[in-house]
């Protein structure tokens, strides 16, 4: 028989292809409801956007980048409390770019929002891996109405959106670190918390928040801890060089915001009224903030301004329910997950430390119903979204994460389902009823007849300064409200320097309450007529004294002279020493206007040519107002006096040139009671 010999073949090789993971994801449910509920949630805030429009400190910000370089002193000052150095610096380049462009604004708070969404879902992947538990915390972020109202006012979301986004980045940076990728990694989270810090001072807390998560959750826990205190202990002890890192960023930016309180006199910080705190932190904690992340307030309460929106108003059954929930919801995580109480601690501990008290430290001296604004507790529904995550599901490769199994069968499930159910309706409807109290077209209007004004106006006209209607910027903000400021970004720089220092004019003009261009007119503090009988107003040798005319100054002061003279000449006007010229023309009759900007008690006139035949036949002061606006409210009408003839050289009874008088009478302007806490940003 044949001997038959084997011949072994070399093994064929195997060729693999290195194709990227991601197309295999595409077809993972938990991803595709993930993008369908980030995208639902963008699409619902698209609505919110375009009812919303500029108000109040949107206004305020605009002026502020026209008026001033983009400085360190203008970038790190305090404003209204917040030193934002990002906030100011991402205002200004928007402002530079095109003043009030609602579009412009729009589009990059929509687009950072949409960023934080995406960045959220990818954070809850990280942590707890492509399980469908993770729908639910990422649908209380994206959904609760809390973050809505900040999201829609450009001054709060210039502060909440970037201090979410910095609070997921560094997060998620963190637990890179933690899972062993690099320290360089630590050093991102630093730079996101540095961030978090310029635009909101909510982000000196930061550190703090990455700390607590990194020791209750993101360390893989040993065999030997004994708990959470352990935790920290080694933390500490093991990489203190990084912590010592965040806790000098801490006390730097504490320093700088001391060192800058100066340039924000009487803003900020103020000692608290008992009473007001318990109402604030009682509205705040105890019914906007459950109301909230179950997906209330349903209703929202009143408007102060039009495009800031309601405040939030839940009812009482929607309040007790709301609490009804989280206590079912605290309880039955304690009851099955290990180490669910820490996720409630961190959560009560950022709410009392990051929220409420600067809330109480900032607002606690003005009204309770700053309680009822939701934009002070936005930034920690981000916080409630991960410790939810955290309370209900296990890290990725965290061993024996539940005392005990959920119950067997479908219960867990269709209870889950049916409570995110109502969550998204119930988010949903409160979201659409905020939109239906915001009204940003009458903002729009009025900005839009401003710009029609201005593109019309030549390049010579005088145009005096007014306060802004009360409806688009309170009277709290003072001079910051005056139309040189805040309306003069839409105007040509040749018009807008006019608008700053106006000359004299017999043709002056002025905003009214509708945006429009109107001949000037003066509100008198102070007014002169001639005396019954005569045409003139008497003068010795030329001058005349007022010893009781009052000057407030200021760009808004204005005075009005009606004379009549046979030839050109000038006339002085001499305030607290100091003295400006007005020329006269030759003319039978003219009414001039110009400013007065030197405060003081006592004013003089003297016509400087006497021979010129210069008759006075009326004199006012006061503020620039429209020529048809109503009388002065009651209580404040004009002052007539005798005059008091004067000699040459000034009056020994005028005040010093620095001395403003002070105001015992009100000026000729109302101000109403607010309902809204002055203030921009988050809290």
């Keep these: 028989m044949p001997r038959t010999m084997e011949v072994e073949q070399p093994e064929r090789p195997t060729v693999r292809n290195a194709y990227p993971a991601w197309p295999a994801r595409l077809g993972n449910p938990v991803l595709l409801l993930g993008t ?370 959920w119950p067997a069968g479908s219960a867990v499930p269709v209870v889950a389902g049916l409570a995110a159910g109502a969550f998204l309706v119930m988010s949903v409807v409160s979201i659409e009823n905020f939109r239906q109290t915001l009204s940003g077209d009458k903002v729009e209007n009025y900005l839009g007849n401003v710009r029609t004004a201005l593109a019309k106006a030549p390049a010579d006209t005088v145009i005096f300064s007014r306060p802004l209607p009360d409806a688009i910027v309170l009277p709290w903000n003072g001079a910051r409200r005056l139309s040189h400021r805040l309306l003069a970004p839409l105007a040509s720089p040749a018009l807008r320097a006019g608008m700053r220092v106006p000359e004299p004019s017999d043709h002056a003009m002025v905003f009214d309450d509708s945006g429009r261009l109107v001949p000037v007119s003066v509100a008198p503090s102070f007014a002169q007529v001639p005396p019954p009988k005569r045409k003139c107003l008497p003068t010795l040798d030329g001058a005349v004294y007022y010893p009781e005319a009052v000057s407030w100054g200021g760009p808004d002061g204005v005075a009005g002279l009606a004379y009549s003279a046979r030839r050109p000449t000038s006339v002085s006007i001499e305030v607290s020493g100091q003295s400006q010229q007005l020329n006269l023309s030759a003319t039978s009759g003219r009414l001039v206007h110009f400013p007065i900007l030197t405060p003081g008690k006592g004013l003089l006139l003297r016509i400087d040519d006497p021979s010129a035949g210069v008759c006075l036949r009326g004199f006012a002061l006061g503020a620039a107002v429209p020529v048809n606006a109503p009388p002065p409210p009651q209580g404040t009408t004009a002052t007539t006096v005798p005059p008091t003839t004067a000699p040459t050289t000034a009056p020994t009874t005028a005040p010093p040139r620095t001395t403003a008088p002070p105001r015992t009478t009100a000026p000729p302007r109302t101000t109403p009671t607010p309902t809204r806490s002055p203030g921009a940003g988050s809290g």
């Design 36 to 405: 369908l509920l980030v995208a639902a949630s963008m699409a619902l805030r698209v609505p919110i956007l375009r009812s919303a429009y500029f108000i109040e400190d949107d206004l305020l910000f605009v002026g502020d980048a026209y008026e001033h370089d983009l400085t360190f002193n203008f970038l790190f000052r305090v404003h209204k409390g917040h030193l934002m150095p990002g906030a100011l610096g991402l205002t200004w380049v928007e402002s530079r770019l095109a003043a009030y462009d609602w579009l412009l604004v729009a589009s990059v708070t929509f687009l950072l929002q949409a960023l934080v969404a995406v960045l959220m879902f990818r954070l809850l992947w990280s942590m707890f891996g492509p399980r469908a538990g993770i729908l639910l915390p990422l649908a209380v972020y994206l959904f609760c109405p809390l973050t809505i109202p900040a999201f829609s006012w450009w001054s709060a979301a210039i502060n909440a959106v970037p201090l979410q986004l910095a609070m997921v980045l560094a997060l998620s940076a963190q637990l890179r670190h933690v899972r062993g990728e690099g320290t360089r990694h630590a050093w991102k989270a630093l730079a996101w918390v540095v961030f978090g810090m310029a635009f909101s001072t909510k982000g000196v807390f930061l550190p703090l928040l990455l700390f607590a998560f990194t020791t209750a959750y993101l360390r893989p826990r040993r065999t030997d801890e004994a708990g959470w205190f352990t935790s920290m202990a080694r933390e500490l002890r093991e990489r203190w060089q990084l912590w010592a890192v965040h806790v000098l960023l801490m006390g730097g930016y504490t320093a700088l915001y001391l060192s800058r309180q100066y340039t924000a006199p009487g803003e900020g910080a103020a000692v608290p009224k008992p009473g007001v705190t318990a109402d604030l932190l009682g509205t705040l904690l105890g019914r906007t903030l459950p109301a909230g992340v179950v997906g209330g307030p349903l209703s929202w309460g009143p408007v102060p301004l039009p495009s800031t929106g309601g405040m939030a108003d839940p009812s009482p059954f929607l309040v007790v329910a709301a609490w009804v929930v989280i206590a079912v919801l605290v309880a039955a995580t304690l009851l099955y997950r290990r180490r669910a109480a820490r996720a409630w601690i961190i959560v009560a501990a950022y709410l009392l430390f990051v929220d409420a008290i600067p809330t109480v430290i900032a607002r606690g001296s003005a009204l309770g119903l700053v309680g009822a604004e939701t934009r002070y507790v936005a930034d920690a529904v981000v916080v409630f979204a991960i410790c939810l995550g955290a309370a209900l599901l296990p890290m990725r490769d965290e061993p024996d994460a539940y005392r005990r199994p």
